[in-house]
Nanobody, 122 residues
Framework: QLQASGGGLVQTGGSLRLSCAAS????????MGWFRQAPGKEREFVAS????????YYAESVKGRFTISRERAKSKVDLQMNSLKPEDTAVYYC?????????????????WGQGTQVTVSS
């Protein structure tokens, strides 16, 4: 139901754009979010957006570098990642919230994508 794409290998300071396509049935009135999980670490929140795209929320570690956006008509959410750092290396997951708002709590999300690998070399 969720298909994430856009991951890859990039050098420090580079940019990547992740995209996540969801079915309209599961996402059109719901918040969406991005999480990531690095090797040996727990999954952590990255960014979220509400159902309309009018409200966004970011983890402190990515604020000012990452931008989340959505095309509601296309049930698609993107994550533009700039000024990437080696510590951004992780598998990135998109998710659909149970609620109309986005959230930093993984437990608030009901659908998860399969993940896409982002590797930032130093």
């Amino acid at each position: 139901q969720l298909q994430a794409s856009g991951g890859g290998l990039v050098q420090t300071g580079g940019s990547l754009r992740l995209s996540c396509a969801a079915s309209a049935r599961t996402s059109s009135n719901n918040g969406m979010g991005w999480f990531r999980q690095a090797p040996g670490k727990e999954r952590e929140f990255v960014a979220s957006i509400n159902w309309s795209g009018g409200a966004t929320y970011y983890a402190e570690s990515v604020k000012g570098r990452f931008t989340i956006s959505r095309e509601r008509a296309k049930s698609k959410v993107d994550l533009q990642m700039n000024s990437l750092k080696p510590e951004d290396t992780a598998v990135y997951y998109c998710a659909v919230s149970q609620y109309a708002y986005g959230s930093s709590e993984a437990g608030h999300y009901q659908y998860w994508g399969q993940g896409t690998q982002v590797t930032v070399s130093s």
